[in-house]
């Protein structure tokens, strides 16, 4: 998904991105109600504003879909929506992103090849599916989650569009029942087989907290962001991504496999149920060295979050950057999900004095990575990052200051 405009692209080029992107987000609630009322007019009935953040994981990756363990904040930057209803029926969608808009019936709600609009449509069907009598509405979504960065845009656009629903037509869900409604629209009308933790982070993302997240009972601490002097930043690749074109849904497919041979010595069923020492007890049930590499990932990073969210509480930095480093060459050497480009970033991040780990974030195959950079350091990196990488890969890195946000709500 591309949800940021070209102009604010331009100011990326110049390697000063990060004080300008914080203020065309805040200036982007203002520009998606004028859209909305150039586009729709007026109306006897109110509209409102709603909002979702998009996601950054710190460290546990691939775990999710195996009912392991997440450590994602939500971000100060995602999916604004401008809606109310308009008295037909019909659900007639925009956004200020894309020049594509379309008008829906109600009773014709059907997946629309390589749009943007399959992600609200199927947090539609999903409300559909579960007896919910839906109402026609004028939507008017704008996105701030850079371009094809694996920040969680589908899921801010999922959990905007279910959490405004929700509320406008009374319709009464809580918000892990949102949350489970609109990871079952990315499964099921998108085509995307994703965990959980997008959407989970996304609808309960809390300003300046992290969330720990047990992917299999929905079980979750929120954890101070305690990081010091040290900031979280986000390099985006800008290498396009498709994740319902990519191999995730293989490499979920592989961890099924795994967890099929590791229930020959005891029925399990997710690799996230095993610690390290069960998961070595059991390795000569796996035949398959691809199988054994992907469980040996899910298995170890898995550990690794628990070992992260334990360093962070004492303080612990240094533990916690060594850990985001183990996280990332798991992913590129076992699980095979990283690829010339994010490695390439990671590689000239950690040459940088004052970096104390850097690591993918999201699905892989393009998108981020993120990096424990200390503040006095945060301008050598970009320095040092980008014209290294820029001639390596042809393609020019952007980078952001993440800021840990509250999840999906109404604004005022």
């Not at 110049?14 to 065309?24: A, R, W």
């Not at 907290?209 to 002097?229: Q, R, S, V, W």
């Not at 952001?400 to 005022?412: S, T």
Request: net charge negative; with cysteine.
């Amino acid at each position: 998904m591309a949800w940021i405009g070209e102009d604010v692209n331009h100011i990326f080029n110049t390697f000063k991105p990060v004080k300008i992107l914080i203020i065309s987000f805040r200036m982007s609630q203002k520009s998606a109600t004028e859209a909305f009322c150039e586009r729709y007019g007026e109306s006897s009935n109110p509209y409102q504003i709603y909002f979702a953040p998009g996601r950054v994981n710190l460290i546990g990756e691939h775990t999710d879909y195996n009912g392991g363990y997440v450590f994602p904040c939500a971000l100060n930057f995602g999916t604004y929506l401008v809606l109310r209803t308009n008295d037909t029926e019909e659900m007639r969608m925009a956004t200020t992103n894309f020049p594509y808009a379309k008008s829906v019936s109600l009773d014709k709600i059907k997946k629309h090849n390589g749009s943007w609009i399959n992600y609200p449509m199927g947090v539609m069907d999903q409300f559909q599916k579960r007896g919910f009598e839906l109402k026609g509405m004028d939507l008017m979504y704008s996105g701030t989650i850079p371009n094809a960065a694996g920040l969680s845009s589908s899921a801010s656009i999922e959990m905007v569009t279910a959490v405004a629903i929700n509320e406008m037509l009374g319709l009464g869900l809580d918000m892990i029942d949102l949350i489970k409604l609109s990871q079952r629209a990315e499964n099921e009308f998108v085509g995307v087989n994703c965990g959980i933790m997008d959407q989970f982070a996304s609808g309960m993302g809390k300003k300046d907290h992290a969330i720990f997240i047990n992917c299999d009972t929905l079980d979750y601490k929120t954890i101070p962001m305690n990081t010091g002097d040290y900031k979280i930043l986000i390099s985006n690749t800008n290498k396009r991504r498709g994740l319902a074109d990519s191999k995730y849904n293989e490499r979920r497919a592989q961890c099924e496999h795994a967890v099929e041979f590791l229930s020959q010595a005891g029925q399990i069923s997710f690799l996230g149920e095993l610690t390290q020492e069960q998961f070595n007890s059991r390795l000569y049930t796996i035949s398959d060295d691809t199988i054994l590499r992907r469980a040996r990932h899910v298995v170890s990073e898995n550990n690794r979050v628990l070992l992260a969210i334990q360093a962070l509480k004492k303080n612990d930095l240094v533990t916690f950057g060594t850990l985001m480093n183990a996280s990332h060459d798991s992913l590129r050497d076992d699980y095979e999900v990283t690829g010339f480009e994010l490695d390439t970033l990671v590689e000239e991040a950690r040459k940088v004095d004052g970096v104390l780990g850097s690591r993918m974030t999201g699905a892989g195959f393009g998108g981020c990575t993120v990096s424990l950079v200390h503040n006095d350091a945060t301008d050598e990196f970009i320095k040092e990052v980008g014209p290294p990488y820029k001639a390596k890969t042809g393609l020019q890195p952007d980078f952001y200051i993440a800021e840990a946000g509250d999840g999906a709500r109404r604004l005022e």
